[in-house]
């Protein structure tokens, strides 16, 4: 057991090294930017497989959120995301996204990342969506997509496919 310490100490420091060399523009932020959804982002709500039902989706999505770096440990580098402020269109009617939550980016071998916001939509209860650890997020600072859900996009659900980038860029 003692001779895999220095293996995975090892990997630590050349993943915080490779942190730490990142050119300028891909070091964490510090000043909180703020990202705009882009055409493509969408919500969804109903059922996914393997359930039959109807799904509802739409891509009138629009609005702000901000991200702002928070820590590095030696995987991963954190963000905070605060000051969610969607609107989506269902039946005609302007519904208001509001919440905050974490994004994390970084993994051993591959480039993985993860976003968990606790959402309220409406007047509804607010509910934590998660996507799970995935890989993506090459295309970051300047923009993050990934599709968060509260099921795991599994039976009946609701989805938000994020597709953001740097407000005015």
Request: aromatic content about 10%; overall charge negative.
């Amino acid at each position: 057991m003692m001779g895999r310490k220095p293996v995975v100490l090892g990997v630590l420091v050349y993943a915080l090294a490779a942190l730490l060399s990142l050119p300028a523009e891909a070091q964490p932020a510090l000043n909180g930017p703020l990202y705009r959804l882009e055409p493509g982002s969408t919500f969804s709500r109903g059922c996914f497989p393997p359930c039959l039902c109807p799904v509802f989706s739409t891509d009138e999505i629009q609005g702000t959120y901000a991200l702002t770096f928070d820590h590095a440990d030696p995987l991963f580098a954190h963000y905070v995301v605060d000051e969610v402020n969607w609107i989506v269109t269902m039946g005609g009617e302007e519904v208001q996204i509001t919440g905050s939550g974490t994004y994390r980016l970084g993994g051993e071998f591959a480039l993985l990342h993860q976003m968990v916001l606790e959402l309220t939509i409406g007047d509804e209860p607010p509910q934590t969506f998660d996507n799970g650890l995935i890989s993506g997020g090459a295309e970051f600072p300047a923009m993050i997509n990934i599709a968060i859900s509260i099921n795991g996009m599994f039976c009946f659900d609701t989805v938000i496919d994020i597709r953001s980038s740097l407000a005015g860029e």
